[in-house]
């Protein structure tokens, strides 16, 4: 059984569980490391292969993952064997394929309060998961960039009002449309957004006004961070 509580890999500085990942595949071994709750592998570019099964049966007490700019290829079904899971991150891997089904197909946890997949492949062209607020209650960070989404933002999202979603970020997709009321009420409460780069309906000035709030002059259209 282990003892490590976290292992952050980022290939710059040594770290207790860095020495068999380099290349290649994702140790299955790593399944056994049973009191692991928070594990970051970033900039490892020459890693491939799917999360291994045992990861699922055996990190159950994992709350905290991401995996950015690695090779990564799926299937990503340990994920749905996380019950432990919190925060996922999903960042960089433009050879991982998603499941088709969408978020509710990738990971199902109804406990994640911090969601984000960035540039990876298998969504172009789907539109956003009318289901997100329910299927995540607690979710306060939620970023879905870079992953040819199409669409207008869901009415249902409107739940979004009332819930503790603080940050939203679904920049350089290809969504359309008007902006919901209920979003400019969030960003009146400090809310931090990202819309830019997509086809919304207006533009700066409009959105400016619409929120009641001066955007960054640095910031993309519809965006107010």
Not at 7 to 20: D, L, Q
Not at 80 to 108: D, E, F
Not at 184 to 208: E, H, I, M, P, Y
Request: glycine share 10%.
């Amino acid at each position: 059984m282990s003892v490590w509580s976290s292992c952050n890999i980022a290939f710059t500085t040594p770290a207790p569980c860095v020495a068999a990942l380099r290349t290649g595949p994702l140790p299955a071994s790593w399944g056994n490391l049973t009191q692991l709750s928070e594990l970051r592998i970033i900039n490892a570019p020459l890693v491939t292969g799917p999360l291994p099964a045992e990861w699922g049966t055996g990190l159950n007490q994992i709350q905290r993952l991401e995996l950015s700019n690695m090779s990564l290829t799926g299937p990503l079904d340990s994920l749905g064997n996380m019950s432990s899971l919190t925060s996922l991150a999903l960042r960089h891997m433009p050879g991982l394929i998603l499941p088709s089904g969408g978020l509710p197909a990738l990971v199902s946890n109804t406990s994640l309060t911090e969601l984000t997949v960035a540039n990876v492949s298998g969504w172009n062209g789907l539109p956003l998961d009318a289901n997100i607020p329910t299927s995540y209650p607690n979710i306060s960070r939620l970023g879905l960039m870079g992953l040819g989404l199409a669409g207008t933002i869901p009415t249902s999202w409107q739940s979004f009002r009332a819930q503790q979603l603080r940050n939203l970020y679904l920049s350089f997709n290809g969504l359309n449309g008007t902006l919901p009321s209920w979003l400019a009420s969030k960003v009146a409460r400090g809310f931090s957004l990202d819309l830019g780069s997509n086809s919304f309906t207006g533009g700066q000035s409009c959105f400016t006004a619409w929120a009641g709030q001066q955007l960054s002059s640095s910031a993309s259209p519809f965006s107010y961070l």
